[in-house]
Nanobody, 123 residues
Framework: QVQLVESGGGLVQPGGSLRLSCAAPVDFSAIGWFRQAPGKEREGVSC????????YYADSVKGRFTISRDNAKNTVYLQMNSLKPEDTAVYYCAAPRPGSSCLTDDPGRFGSWGQGTQVTVSS
């Protein structure tokens, strides 16, 4: 199975910024970012469609996070600004399964998960 590869996580102070990268070995119809904090369920953060560049965001990150893509590099980025302690989680990228799209944030409808990258927001 094709696997995506995340990078860019780290430790940052509240109010700081990080940029995550998701490298895809093949073309996908879309790429979504998810996160999972300890003791919590995995939740959708953002998604970008490859066909028209449509973007989607969870309410909790709107205005702070920006998803983008570099088609030449088959890479999707998640620019995270104004980070808060509650953003602390392992961040994953994944691709929608056949028949799915960015219109759903159900992790069960996505596959090709990467190994995740840890983001810790703390002073």
């Amino acid at each position: 199975q094709v696997q995506l590869v995340e990078s860019g996580g780290g430790l940052v102070q509240p109010g700081g910024s990080l940029r995550l990268s998701c490298a895809a070995p093949v073309d996908f119809s879309a790429i979504g970012w998810f996160r999972q904090a300890p003791g919590k369920e995995r939740e959708g953060v953002s998604c970008i469609s490859s066909s028209d560049g449509s973007t989607y965001y969870a309410d909790s990150v709107k205005g702070r996070f920006t998803i983008s893509r570099d088609n030449a590099k088959n890479t999707v980025y998640l620019q995270m600004n104004s980070l808060k302690p509650e953003d602390t989680a392992v961040y994953y990228c994944a691709a929608p399964r056949p028949g799915s799209s960015c219109l759903t944030d159900d992790p069960g409808r996505f596959g090709s998960w990467g190994q995740g990258t840890q983001v810790t927001v703390s002073s």
